[in-house]
């Protein structure tokens, strides 16, 4: 193989070498031209000097005596020194008084001597005469830069060309060096290489080229016929290698039997695993149902009985101070429960969403009157806006979606110390197929909606915002407020992602945040809304109806009183039961009209209490309520299916009580609205207690000091404050205090500022 001259190893090593030789040889050169130039420039200002102080007392003499015929001997005397074409001697007024010059020498490139010594230079010298130094002229001398630069150029190209003849010798001379020296051993080594025969590698080893056997080309060599040795070896095992193959594949059944074999073992392990991580989340799952039970009982006893302590007239207002802050406490613990319990149904894959048809536009302004005191409270803006794209009425999840907002707009507000908040709502209408509709509906209009709550608050880091959505994980403004679980945006961007949709987050610390999401929602009609009817306070039952007999049911003593507290002021019989055993005995005797059922209990549980009841026809009669603490759907599923009539869950509100008693058994009550109406108007039911369509109240009749409490607890929009405080009113005026219960329950806060203010 013959290899290309350009690419020998002694021609790329010598142009390597004559290359660095070159660099360094021009850059010496280069220096000693540039100290030649220098020094050149000062002898040729010392020498001129040297001229004019040679020739200086002479010129001063004359110049004294005013004899112009040797002052101009004195100037022609300055011509001595070649490079001078022109001298001159001028008095003390600046007049001529000798001059001589001759023509400048011309020559070739002009532009090379500028830039090396300049244009033609020119000396000053004044001249004195006198012991006293007085000056009574000049000497003025120009010197041509062309006498000067030529011999200077001539000796820098002289050392510039025997530079370039140097490196040529050199090249010349290394490559012959590397040549012998690599290039043909080399080649000799390649084509001993190239003679050996590969099935018999050993058989023919390399030679040591000629004096290289102990230096990188004679290793080179010894390496290789090891290597060439190593070959034999490698072919011999190849021979052994391909008879053991011989045998082996002579057992490939057996090996492929025992195999099969190992896989089953592994998928029976496999499959008991399964059944390990099955029995473990069913575990997990009946932990929560307990924990869920555990917790959310004693809440219920807790809620419950301050709500009817908060019905009372008899408590004093530090009382009713204290009273509120067990009821802000339960409600607080109450949700962070709640956080806990959704995240667990989450990752069991268990949260379903409640779709219904709604008014989005009215949630909206719910929203801003609920947050907008908040804000105003901290002396932040707050901005909702909506494009015209936004439909008014939709069908989705109200709860889910009120729950994602409120968690985003509190965080806003609570990590914001100045500026403000917004909220900006974006909707699409995109075409929908048939495809789309479900069995039995009617198809729907479809909507991409999306929204946008941004801040100017404290801002998360670039390293805290990767782990935002996880749960349990809090930012350091979170920690450092001492508030949450860590768990609501987690949350909320799970319900975000049951609608269909996605959230994320964008934020820089110190420069505020902004949260956006997407949801695809279904169309509605107007008709198709429910109108939310207000809670009426019931103060007592209707006449002309049966002694209803109740059967509270209960292994708690506190939840048992509960019922008893709250029901018996109406005048229904009460017995109540430890567990099932004892409920079934007095049912068998006493045949109550409704029971309240808890399902978890010793002895016996409310499940086989209800099925043992149930599978009697006098049992049909009966129904029967489950109360239970538990969250997960399919406990609903359970109760029901074990005979139940209907479901609740702890906590509960007074009025969910009364709505199933009425709802089962037709229990009929007289609403303290309706009296106030037939006092006020002679006409029961023409006012639907909308804000918006009522009369408003007259709160002339209530305290200046009591109105003045609303007022504060509406600025920090403390529902439980307003609850109470209202209570109080309705004590002096019946009426006022009903319209503004509706009031607090739309979250018109705003509306009763206002109502407070005008009456001030």
């Known amino acids: 193989m013959e290899i290309r001259h ?16 070159f660099l360094l040889g021009m850059t010496l050169s280069a220096v000693q031209i540039g100290y030649d130039l220098i020094k050149e420039r000062n002898q040729v200002d010392t020498t001129v000097y040297q001229v004019i102080g040679m020739l200086g007392e002479s010129a001063a003499q004359f110049l004294y005596m005013v004899d112009k015929s040797m002052a101009e001997t004195v100037v022609k005397g300055f011509f001595e020194y070649r490079p001078i074409r022109a001298a001159q001697i001028t008095d003390e007024f600046g007049k001529v008084f000798a001059r001589k010059e001759r023509p400048a020498v011309k020559g070739h490139a002009k532009w090379l001597i500028n830039i090396l010594f300049g244009a033609e230079k020119k000396y000053e010298v004044p001249v004195y005469y006198g012991s006293d130094k007085r000056p009574i002229g000049k000497i003025k001398v120009w010197v041509d830069n062309n006498l000067i630069a030529w011999n200077f150029i001539y000796r820098a190209g002289f050392i510039l060309i025997s530079g370039l003849i140097r490196n040529g010798l050199l090249v010349c001379i290394l490559m012959l060096v590397f040549y012998y020296m690599l290039t043909r051993p080399l080649l000799k ?18 030679e040591f080229p000629a004096r290289h056997k102990d230096d990188e080309m004679g290793m080179l060599v010894h390496t290789t016929n090891q ?19 011989k045998r082996h594949r002579d057992h490939l059944e057996s090996m492929v039997a025992a195999r099969t074999t190992e896989l089953h073992e592994a998928m029976m392990e496999i499959k008991a695993s399964k059944e390990a991580a099955e029995a473990a989340n069913r575990a997990k799952s009946e932990f929560l149902a307990n924990m869920s039970h555990e917790l959310r009982t ?12 908060s019905r009372g007239t008899d408590l004093n207002k530090d009382q009713q101070e204290n009273l509120r802050i067990i009821r802000r406490s339960g409600e607080h613990l109450l949700a962070l429960i709640n956080q806990v319990l959704d995240m667990s149904k989450i990752e069991a894959g268990q949260m379903r969403l409640n779709k219904k048809n709604f008014d989005l536009y009215c949630l909206l302004d719910d929203l801003e009157d609920m947050f907008r005191l908040k804000a105003e409270d901290k002396n932040l803006q707050m901005i909702f806006e909506r494009t015209p ?26 990590f914001t110390e100045e500026g403000g908040v917004v909220l900006r709502v974006k909707g699409e209408e995109k075409e929908q197929g048939a495809g789309s509709r479900g069995q039995g509906e009617s198809l729907r209009s479809a909507y ?17 915002l990767a782990h935002l959505f996880q749960a349990f994980v809090q930012t350091r403004s979170g920690r450092q407020s001492q508030e949450g679980t860590g768990l609501g945006l987690s949350i909320s961007r799970k319900f975000v992602q049951l609608m269909d949709g996605e959230m994320t987050a964008a934020s820089e610390s110190g420069r505020g945040s902004i949260f956006r999401f997407h949801i695809q929602a279904g169309g509605a009609d107007e008709v198709e809304i429910n109108t939310q009817q207000p809670v009426r ?51 068998e005797k006493w045949e109550p009209h409704l029971i309240w059922m808890d399902m978890r209990m010793p002895v016996m549980n409310g499940y086989e209490a209800v099925r043992n009841i149930k599978q009697t026809a006098k049992g049909q009669a009966t129904a029967v309520i489950a109360v239970t603490a538990s969250t997960f759907e399919e406990e609903r599923n359970l109760v029901l299916s074990a005979g139940c009539d209907d479901f609740l869950r702890k906590p509960f509100r007074e009025s969910d009580i009364f709505d199933l008693m009425q709802k089962h058994i037709g229990v009929r009550y007289i609403y303290e609205e309706e009296t106030e109406r037939r006092d006020n108007e002679g006409n029961p039911g023409t006012c639907n207690l909308q804000p918006a369509t009522c009369n408003l109240p007259d709160l002339s009749s209530v305290p200046p000091e009591l109105l003045t409490e609303l007022e504060e607890a509406a600025l920090r929009a403390d529902m439980e404050m307003i609850e109470c405080v209202v209570e109080e009113i309705r004590s002096y005026n019946a009426s006022a205090g009903e319209l503004l219960t509706v009031m607090a329950d739309e979250f018109e806060y705003g509306k009763i500022l206002d109502l407070i203010r005008k009456e001030k």
């Open 6 to 21: 350009s690419r020998r190893l002694s021609f790329r090593q010598a142009k390597i070498s004559v290359l660095a030789a």
């Open 189 to 206: 080594i390649a084509n001993q290489v190239a003679s050996v025969d590969i099935s018999k590698p050993s058989e023919k080893l390399l």
């Open 227 to 245: 290597l060439l040795k190593g070959f034999d070896e490698t072919l011999s095992n190849l021979r052994v290698a391909e008879e053991e193959l």
């Open 298 to 309: 004693p809440m219920n006893a807790i809620l419950g009985f301050s709500q009817l302590m």
């Open 389 to 414: 794209e936004v439909p008014r009425y939709i069908h989705s999840d109200e709860v889910r979606l009120r729950q994602i907002l409120m968690n985003l707009l509190n965080n806003a507000i609570k």
């Open 448 to 464: 991409h909606l999306c929204f946008e709550v941004e801040d100017t608050g404290a801002g998360v880091s670039s390293e805290e």
């Open 537 to 587: 306070r019931i103060i007592a039952l209707a006449p002309d109806q049966p002694r209803y007999r109740i059967l509270i049911v209960d292994d708690r003593w506190d939840n048992r009183r509960f019922l008893i507290k709250l029901l018996n002021p109406y005048g229904f019989e009460l017995k109540e039961a430890e567990n099932g055993k004892e409920a079934c005995e007095i049912w």
